[in-house]
């Protein structure tokens, strides 16, 4: 399993670029979002993989940060959607926008992906719903060569996943938990942990 390679670009393609890494050229196919980052980068770059390997081919794919990679993993799990449709997902969304539309059961938002039609908008929006909180950090980048390629978790995303979990053990569903924490934020709630759990309550009782 290749999980990270750490280069320089040398080629860039439409969503794959190309990787030297030690005279080693790795084609990386990434989303059109994660292509944008890397454009902007310059001198080496770490890039988190994930390598599919099928009876005639492998191919590798590449991520801006943890984040995105097990976005991409859990679209993959989704019934009619294969790397293309889930690249394809990444490109319009972010893992914390993906998490909002799940959460908030916004089919519209995945439909506006290349290739994505209102079922499997739909589809992606029900499996997923429970499984949300395995994407493992909300936004940061692991591109440049300056972290190391460590993608640290901020501390809001931290704090809201504290809630969630909080509220899940209260007895709440996930998705429902997560859109209260959203709207609460959104509504300008405090970021400590008591006082923002307080107003997720409170936007589900609304």
């Given at each position: 399993?290749?999980?990270?390679?750490?280069?320089?670009?040398?080629?860039?393609?439409?969503?794959?670029?190309?990787?030297?890494?030690?005279?080693?050229?790795?084609?990386?196919?990434?989303?059109?979002?994660?292509?944008?980052?890397?454009?902007?980068?310059?001198?080496?770059?770490?890039?988190?993989?994930?390598?599919?390997?099928?009876?005639?081919?492998?191919?590798?794919?590449?991520?801006?940060?943890?984040?995105?990679?097990?976005?991409?993993?859990?679209?993959?799990?989704v019934?009619?959607?294969?790397?293309?449709?889930?690249?394809?997902?990444?490109?319009?969304?972010?893992?914390?926008?993906?998490?909002?539309?799940?959460?908030?059961?916004?089919?519209?938002?995945?439909?506006?992906?290349?290739?994505?039609?209102?079922?499997?908008?739909?589809?992606?929006?029900?499996?997923?719903?429970?499984?949300?909180?395995?994407?493992?950090?909300?936004?940061?980048?692991?591109?440049?060569?300056?972290?190391?390629g460590?993608?640290?978790?901020?501390a809001?995303?931290?704090?809201?996943?504290?809630?969630?979990?909080?509220?899940?053990?209260?007895?709440?569903?996930?998705?429902?938990?997560?859109?209260?924490?959203?709207?609460?934020?959104?509504?300008?709630?405090?970021?400590?942990?008591?006082?923002?759990?307080?107003?997720?309550?409170?936007?589900?009782?609304?």
């Amino acid at each position: 399993m290749i999980a990270q390679l750490r280069g320089t670009i040398v080629h860039t393609g439409t969503q794959m670029v190309i990787v030297d890494v030690q005279g080693v050229g790795y084609a990386v196919h990434v989303s059109g979002r994660t292509q944008t980052q890397l454009n902007a980068v310059s001198g080496d770059v770490t890039i988190p993989t994930e390598l599919q390997v099928r009876e005639d081919s492998m191919t590798l794919f590449g991520f801006a940060d943890a984040a995105e990679r097990d976005a991409f993993r859990l679209l993959i799990t989704v019934q009619g959607v294969g790397a293309k449709a889930a690249m394809a997902i990444l490109s319009v969304l972010d893992p914390n926008a993906l998490t909002q539309a799940i959460a908030a059961g916004d089919k519209a938002m995945v439909a506006r992906a290349d290739g994505i039609g209102p079922k499997i908008a739909q589809r992606v929006v029900n499996e997923l719903s429970e499984k949300i909180g395995k994407i493992s950090s909300l936004g940061g980048t692991a591109l440049g060569a300056d972290n190391g390629g460590a993608a640290p978790e901020s501390a809001e995303a931290s704090t809201q996943q504290d809630v969630v979990s909080a509220l899940v053990n209260l007895g709440y569903g996930r998705s429902e938990a997560h859109a209260a924490v959203v709207r609460a934020q959104r509504a300008g709630a405090d970021t400590n942990l008591s006082s923002l759990i307080a107003a997720a309550l409170r936007e589900m009782g609304a």
